[in-house]
């Protein structure tokens, strides 16, 4: 079994659209999406710095946008079905998209709303989000909550995020906790995934409440608990909840292994969750689409799992 996953925040860097506009039709597919959410993609995706691409209101839809993007160039949409889908917090709308749940521009018109309210909620007081690498999880867990912190991501293969205010996180990259090597600061505008962001919550199930989900046409695996969602509305309920909740990628990677899965492709900008498939899924084939070049070797992955 193949399963399709798509990152979230933290994951996009300057330029890193420039070669998927290159494909045939795709400036021309984005510069429609742009303006059907107001947000000029292809501009953030191809000339925007660092700090312009962290903001919350632009980094959600451009991840979506480049997910969309690069999954109906592997064939995503029409040639292949993957076995089943996933995504880690903002990608999990791109993972609905994939499993038939929204419809490309309802994907994009949920996700700028998800950001913009991000956005706001972030605004009210100055947050971020750290991660934790390696470490006992129970044991990082408890030194958080005694830090006033959240364990907003926790995603396996010995990995935690933490998310508060700057003066918390501060205040943890002085106190590390025991066996944690290193604190890595992420390149994100808020404490996404805790009680900060219970702002957006409501601004989010209105939007939510708008469209007309259809039933996952492939197992929708939730970062809520790792479970396997067998309805639109289910899938709707949950991306909503999750903005103000913890994402447990680790028990993702759990039903992966219970469902057989033997492949894992990543979406655009790849490279995050396939790191930490091949810490926690040993055994599971993985590749990356970070650039076009990346297509046939995604292909050649997918056919053999067709075969077989």
Not at 46 to 53: G, K
Not at 67 to 78: D, F, I, K, N, P
Not at 221 to 230: C, E, P, T, W
Request: one cysteine or more.
């Amino acid at each position: 079994m193949l399963v399709l996953v798509a990152p979230g925040q933290g994951a996009q860097t300057p330029g890193f659209l420039i070669p998927w506009l290159e494909l045939p039709g795709a400036s021309d597919r984005v510069a429609a999406w742009s303006d059907a959410i107001g947000l000029d993609l292809v501009h953030y995706g191809t000339e925007a710095d660092a700090d312009a691409i962290r903001d919350t209101a632009v980094a959600q839809p451009l991840l979506v946008a480049a997910g969309l993007l690069s999954g109906a160039a592997l064939g995503a949409t029409s040639e292949f079905t993957p076995g089943a889908v996933a995504g880690h917090s903002v990608g999990e709308i791109t993972a609905a998209a994939f499993a038939g749940v929204l419809s490309d521009a309802a994907a994009l018109g949920l996700v700028r709303t998800r950001g913009l309210a991000m956005a706001d909620a972030a605004a009210i007081t100055e947050t971020g989000m750290s991660a934790l690498l390696g470490g006992d999880p129970e044991t990082s867990i408890a030194h958080l909550e005694k830090l006033g912190l959240t364990p907003a991501n926790i995603n396996g293969a010995g990995q935690i995020v933490a998310a508060g205010t700057l003066e918390q996180l501060a205040a943890l990259n002085e106190d590390k906790p025991e066996g944690v090597r290193k604190v890595v600061p992420l390149k994100v505008a808020g404490a996404f995934h805790t009680r900060h962001m219970a702002p957006a919550v409501e601004t989010l199930a209105k939007a939510a409440a708008e469209l007309s989900p259809a039933d996952p046409r492939v197992a929708y695996v939730s970062n809520k608990d790792g479970k396997a969602v067998a309805t639109g509305a289910e899938v709707l309920d949950r991306l909503v909840g999750q903005v103000a909740n913890p994402v447990r990628w680790d028990l993702c990677m759990e039903t992966f292994k219970e469902l057989g899965v033997t492949a894992l492709i990543e979406v655009c900008p790849g490279g995050t969750l396939t790191g930490l498939a091949k810490r926690a899924l040993p055994g599971v084939k993985t590749l990356a689409l970070k650039t076009p070049d990346d297509l046939d070797a995604a292909r050649a992955l997918i056919t053999e799992h067709v075969d077989a």
